[in-house]
């Protein structure tokens, strides 16, 4: 199977990527960035908001790996968002990570805390910079995070250049089916954070079953469920067995049946619901 999937714009992007979500800003988090990297991952994802972006792009550095070699993901937080803010946000995240350019960009956040009759106008504006940014060469993607349809809705109506991909969370237990299908009638692809539940899915009787006949882990079928369904999973972990685990999902396939029985799992959030503020 190919381990690329194709953006909008033609842009190839890695089926499955590594995400640094409350990793922390040390010489640690750069060490594991190295590992993952030299592990197979090409895909890094990180964000204003997480503190880390300094160590994620000295341990970028630090694999040797070649530049247009590794597809590098960060966002812009809720309190820059407006195009002045959200253009002097990116310099700052491109001379955090130390790059001249980032891959893709995105809006981290629908709805502003405190400004929630304002998100339709504040998302336009914020994202005039965004097509900005393309425009230039700086970004060679961009996109949205947490969006729902009614968001998605908004953008799509006022854009010049659509979004190329939303980032959600989605993992067994958490379909989003007309999310998910709203975006591939618009050609966004889907990103997956938090893909295995935050950590709670281990265990589930399903995935369990499911693993055994495979002869892999619950984690590799809930990756595997992902990205069978044309979404790019973004697991975390510090534990190198385990990133070493999560990325060994491409020589098995999930039956249709098996399919089905992951859709079927009971339905739970686990971060906030992006129709509030936040």
């Known amino acids: 199977m190919d381990k ?13 990527g590594y995400g640094t979500y409350k990793e922390e800003a040390s010489e640690k988090t750069s060490q594991i960035i190295t590992f993952a990297i030299k592990n197979g991952y090409s895909l890094i994802d990180t964000a204003t908001r997480y503190g880390n972006e300094k160590y994620v792009g000295i341990g970028i550095k630090n694999s040797k790996i070649k530049r ?7 966002k812009l937080w809720n309190d820059m968002q407006g195009y002045e803010n959200a253009i002097k946000s990116f310099k700052n995240s491109l001379k955090e990570i130390g790059v001249k350019y980032i891959d893709l960009f995105l809006i981290h956040w629908p709805v502003v805390k405190g400004e929630e009759e304002k998100w339709k106008e504040k998302n336009l504006d914020t994202w005039k910079a965004f097509e900005y940014l393309y425009e230039k060469k700086l970004v060679r993607a961009i996109g949205v995070s947490n969006f729902e349809i009614v968001h998605l809705e908004n953008l799509l109506k006022g854009c010049k250049i659509k979004p190329m991909v939303n980032q959600i969370e989605m993992h067994p237990g958490l ?9 591939k009638k618009h050609n966004i692809i889907v990103q997956a954070y938090s893909p295995l539940g935050s950590g709670k899915i281990q265990g589930n009787e399903v995935l369990s079953e499911i693993a055994i006949s495979h002869n892999k882990s619950p984690s590799q079928i809930a990756l595997r469920w992902c990205v069978q369904k044309g979404v790019i999973p973004l697991p975390k972990s510090t534990n190198e067995g385990r990133i070493k685990e999560n990325i060994n999902i491409f020589d098995f396939t999930l039956s249709f049946k098996e399919m089905k029985q992951i859709d079927g799992m009971k339905q739970e959030r686990f971060f906030p619901d992006p129709l509030l503020g936040k």
């Open 4 to 16: 690329d999937f194709e953006l909008a714009n033609k842009i190839k992007i890695p089926r499955i």
């Open 68 to 74: 247009k070699d590794i597809f590098i993901t960060t």
């Open 175 to 183: 379909n989003n089916t007309d999310l998910l299908q709203y975006c």
